[in-house]
């Protein structure tokens, strides 16, 4: 069996090289939009694409590949998978709304008050839009089918 070249396992280096991948590709895709490169982005979470669902997307591909899709592991994988993507544009999507409102409300208060109940805003982009965990997927699965 050809064992992978960063950690000696196929399939962690193409979960990996997913995660890497699309943590690049948002990098890129916010040039495009802001107009400037942001390489904090490459450490961000939300945004396109999903690299959460781009990493258990590809490891659902390749362990359906090496195990067979009929596999226990297989079917562990992908019900993780499913349950990662349905938080992401679920729970955490929510949370980041929660936050945004918050800020806005903490804002407020500030304005009115003139002091400040926090000291920084909360984080408002954590989880995904559904296109967003669709390209993470899309970019999971294809990354394992070039790499296994």
């Known amino acids: 069996m050809n064992n992978g070249v960063i950690f000696n396992n196929k399939i962690l280096d ?60 297989f079917a562990i994988s992908l019900v993780f998978a499913i349950v990662i993507m349905y938080d ?19 804002e407020n208060i500030h304005k009115k008050e003139g002091y400040s109940i926090i000291e920084e805003n909360l984080k408002e982009l954590l989880g995904h839009t559904p296109l967003e965990v669709l390209g993470g997927a899309v970019l999971g699965f294809f990354i394992a089918f070039l790499l296994y």
């Open 14 to 73: 193409i979960v990996f090289v997913a995660l890497v991948v699309a943590q690049f590709l948002k990098v890129i895709i916010s040039l495009f939009i802001e107009k400037k490169i942001n390489f904090r982005k490459f450490l961000d979470t939300g945004s396109m694409p999903s690299s959460h669902t781009a990493s258990v997307c590809s490891l659902a591909t390749a362990i359906g590949l090496q195990e067979g899709v009929q596999s226990v592991f």
């Open 88 to 106: 992401a544009t679920g729970v955490r999507r929510a949370a980041g709304k929660q936050a945004e409102v918050l800020n806005k409300i903490i």
